[in-house]
């Protein structure tokens, strides 16, 4: 499932007219579910914030097919509306920040040790961009780097813990698999069905792991046919696109067999479901 957004260049209709507390005007309001440009213009986000919005589970997609370009009820604007302290607080649970040196400042500390941090695990990205210079720039969320700052005061100052100095010396970057597993989790949230699951968990093993995984040629056709697409901001360019397409997939061992068996529980529970209805893949 996609979030449909405007392209780069286009006229821009983030923000749609309120009319008052109430929001848009009664006779603006279209009948039946909105498309995600449409959605983001009613609640007041920016592209950037309603897919991220959307991403969190903050604002749910409606029910419908799994491809194309998610809808969303009127029902559910009005839920999100209806939080408290909108929209103030949904930009606040939604605002990102780019790379060391803006994290840092977040923090209050400096990029250095704000990259240990991350590294180490301790900070998990929420996203990633890809600069001119084809290097991964991570994307966190600030209220996140405030509540840990608050949480951990003494990671700020001092020198790092001992597990922080081993898995410095041994060369770990914790971030690209913590965003891996975030990113999984999320999606698995929003899935409908074992076949599903299946397929997010498919779409993170390299391709070799997945063949050995499932043999069956025409199970592999339909986790592809389910397979997610790529988050929120992947590039398109191809050079660009090449460097974001290995985060994708897990690396590590010890990741790829924990995708690897929660994706044989997956086609478990998937293989089963198809065997009660006598098809093959969803129902």
Same mark, same amino acid.
């Given at each position: 499932?996609?979030?449909?957004?405007?392209?780069?260049?286009?006229?821009?209709?983030?923000?749609?007219?309120?009319?008052?507390?109430?929001?848009?005007?009664?006779?603006?309001?279209?009948?039946?579910?909105?498309?995600?440009?449409?959605?983001?213009?009613?609640?007041?986000?920016?592209?950037?914030?309603? %897919?991220?919005?959307?991403?969190?589970?903050?604002?749910?997609?409606?029910?419908?097919?799994?491809?194309?370009?998610?809808?969303?009820?009127?029902?559910?604007?009005?839920?999100?509306?209806?939080?408290?302290?909108?929209?103030?607080?949904?930009?606040?649970?939604?605002?990102?920040?780019?790379?060391?040196?803006?994290?840092?400042?977040?923090?209050?500390?400096?990029?250095?040790?704000?990259?240990?941090?991350?590294?180490?695990?301790?900070?998990?990205?929420?996203?990633?961009?890809?600069?001119?210079?084809?290097?991964?720039?991570?994307?966190?969320?600030?209220?996140?780097?405030?509540?840990? %700052?608050?949480?951990?005061?003494?990671?700020?100052?001092?020198?790092?813990?001992?597990?922080?100095?081993?898995?410095?010396?041994?060369? %770990?970057?914790?971030?690209?698999?913590?965003?891996?597993?975030?990113?999984?989790?999320?999606?698995?949230?929003?899935?409908?069905?074992?076949?599903?699951?299946?397929?997010?968990?498919?779409?993170?093993?390299?391709?070799?792991?997945?063949?050995?995984?499932?043999?069956?040629?025409?199970?592999?056709?339909?986790?592809?046919?389910?397979?997610?697409?790529?988050?929120?901001?992947?590039?398109?360019?191809?050079?660009?696109?090449?460097?974001?397409?290995?985060?994708?997939?897990?690396?590590?061992?010890?990741?790829?067999?924990?995708?690897?068996?929660?994706?044989? %529980?997956?086609?478990?529970?998937?293989?089963?479901?198809?065997?009660?209805?006598?098809?093959?893949?969803?129902?």
């Amino acid at each position: 499932m996609k979030v449909e957004m405007p392209e780069r260049g286009a006229v821009r209709t983030d923000r749609v007219p309120r009319g008052g507390a109430g929001g848009v005007r009664a006779d603006a309001r279209p009948e039946g579910p909105l498309s995600g440009m449409r959605a983001a213009g009613e609640l007041g986000l920016s592209r950037s914030e309603f %897919a991220r919005a959307v991403q969190l589970g903050l604002v749910r997609p409606g029910p419908g097919p799994g491809s194309g370009a998610a809808r969303f009820t009127r029902a559910e604007l009005d839920r999100v509306r209806a939080g408290e302290g909108f929209p103030r607080e949904l930009r606040a649970r939604v605002e990102t920040t780019a790379g060391a040196d803006a994290g840092a400042r977040v923090l209050g500390v400096g990029p250095s040790r704000f990259t240990r941090l991350a590294r180490c695990g301790r900070l998990t990205p929420v996203g990633y961009r890809i600069n001119r210079y084809r290097a991964v720039v991570w994307l966190y969320l600030a209220a996140e780097l405030r509540e840990f %700052a608050a949480r951990e005061p003494g990671m700020l100052r001092g020198a790092a813990p001992p597990e922080d100095r081993r898995l410095m010396a041994a060369g %770990a970057d914790l971030r690209p698999p913590g965003w891996r597993a975030r990113h999984v989790g999320l999606l698995l949230r929003r899935t409908a069905g074992p076949w599903e699951r299946a397929a997010v968990l498919a779409s993170v093993l390299p391709e070799e792991e997945l063949r050995a995984a499932v043999p069956d040629p025409a199970e592999r056709i339909v986790l592809a046919a389910l397979a997610p697409p790529p988050p929120y901001g992947h590039p398109r360019v191809p050079a660009a696109e090449a460097v974001a397409r290995r985060l994708l997939l897990a690396e590590p061992p010890d990741e790829v067999r924990g995708y690897r068996t929660g994706l044989d %529980a997956a086609l478990a529970g998937a293989r089963g479901q198809s065997n009660s209805t006598g098809e093959r893949g969803p129902t």
